[in-house]
């Protein structure tokens, strides 16, 4: 069974600062991981996705996540936040011979910009 | 990019009564539809799995006399909840696959609160 953990319900940051929004996962078999973004009262929107290729991922609004295998590990990154970055955020797996087909998703982290 | 709509966006309800919420597919055909239950602070659920033509695949411990799914064509999806409870309120948000891909190739909808009184 897949399973994803995100670590912080909540996390805060000024404009302008480092964003870092955790997630570990369990996966018995090459996973694929996405990262997705819900803004209020919206649905889910696709951030990125790691799909065997490339380990450093880059996503929409500047948004990177980096595949550590040895950590179980899928942490999403962007160096300077902005107002707009404000929402929650969901990890979320699947097996790779899935695809899209069943996603397993994380508690979610809401984050909060500062001014 | 491709587009889902949900509806309605919220629905209050009294206890005993049933509710549909309809998930289209604006501009694609959608095979395959899943439907995610998300409670305040939590995380998506997989509720089911729903393909047109077939009766739809449940997760355990999802009732499926209670949560009643149809996918009558390839761009709408309806999920009723017959006989509702306070405890359905919650947060139902469907998707939409657009075949060829993960994660890329799923679209969600905007999701509909469900309150029962």
């Known amino acids: 069974a897949q399973s994803v953990t995100q670590l912080g319900s909540h996390v805060s940051v000024s404009e302008g600062a480092l964003v870092l929004l955790r997630c570990n996962y369990s996966?018995?078999?090459?996973?694929?991981l996405f990262w997705y973004v819900q803004y209020p009262n919206q649905g889910l929107q696709l951030l990125l996705k790691?799909?065997?290729?490339?380990?450093l991922v880059k996503g929409i609004n500047g948004f990177e996540a980096e595949f550590k295998k040895s950590e179980t590990s899928f942490h999403l990154t962007k160096p300077s936040a902005h107002m707009s970055d404000a929402a929650e955020y969901f990890c979320?797996?699947?097996?790779?011979?899935?695809?899209?087909?069943?996603?397993?998703f994380g508690q979610g982290t809401r984050l909060t910009i500062n001014p | 990019g491709a587009v889902v709509s949900q509806h309605p966006s919220w629905v209050i309800c009294k206890s005993g009564t049933s509710v549909k919420i309809e998930c289209r597919s604006l501009?694609?055909?959608?095979?395959?539809m899943f439907w995610y239950r998300q409670f305040p602070k939590q995380s998506l659920m997989l509720m089911a799995t729903?393909?047109?033509?077939?009766?739809?695949?449940?997760e355990q411990g999802v009732e499926k006399d209670k949560f009643l799914i149809n996918h009558a064509s390839l761009t709408l999806s309806t999920l009723t909840v017959t006989s509702a409870h306070p405890e359905d309120s919650s947060f139902y948000i469907c998707?939409?696959?657009?075949?060829?891909?993960?994660?890329?190739?799923?679209?969600f909808g905007s999701g509909t609160q469900l309150s029962v009184l």
């Open positions: 979320a797996v699947s097996d790779g011979d899935q695809g899209a087909q069943k996603l397993v």
């Open positions: 501009d694609f055909q959608a095979t395959t």
């Open positions: 729903s393909n047109e033509g077939s009766k739809a695949t449940y």
């Open positions: 790691y799909t065997s290729a490339a380990t």
């Open positions: 998707s939409a696959r657009l075949p060829g891909g993960p994660g890329e190739k799923l679209f």
């Open positions: 996966s018995s078999v090459p996973p694929y």
